[in-house]
Nanobody, 126 residues
Framework: VQLQASGGGLVQAGGSLRLSCAAS????????MAWFRQAPGKEREFVAG????????YYADNVKARFTISRDNAKNAAYLQMNSLTPDDTAVYYC????????????????????WGQGTLVTVSS
């Protein structure tokens, strides 16, 4: 059972990247999916989440209107479209899966997630 994050890389400020999270050994349909990131010397922080029903999405304030989370249950994957990137977005990005019944209240907490991908590095140059 694993999540495989990919799509990171080096991009100039103002550019875009699309991260992918491919699941194996589990069916994402039954999970809430999210992206977190961790910059050097900082704690892991919530970026975006999408409920398993796909009816609700959640974003950190500093990525709203720039990032879009989505999921494709048929492809057993989740995605993060990142636009208008800034150097402050530089971090290792992790995808994660949750089955909590209270996702609306706990989507931002790392404790809500039972499975994590290995991370993909996003570097934004100025």
């Amino acid at each position: 059972v694993q999540l495989q994050a990919s799509g990171g890389g080096l991009v100039q400020a103002g550019g875009s990247l699309r991260l992918s999270c491919a699941a194996s050994g589990l069916t994402v349909r039954g999970y809430h999916m999210a992206w977190f990131r961790q910059a050097p010397g900082k704690e892991r922080e919530f970026v975006a989440g999408i409920a398993r029903s796909m009816s609700m999405t959640y974003y950190a304030d500093n990525v709203k209107a720039r990032f879009t989370i989505s999921r494709d249950n048929a492809k057993n994957a989740a995605y993060l479209q990142m636009n208008s990137l800034t150097p402050d977005d530089t971090a290792v990005y992790y995808c994660a899966a949750s089955r909590t019944a209270s996702y609306s209240g706990y989507h931002g907490s790392t404790d809500a997630y039972v499975l994590w991908g290995q991370g993909t590095l996003v570097t934004v140059s100025s």
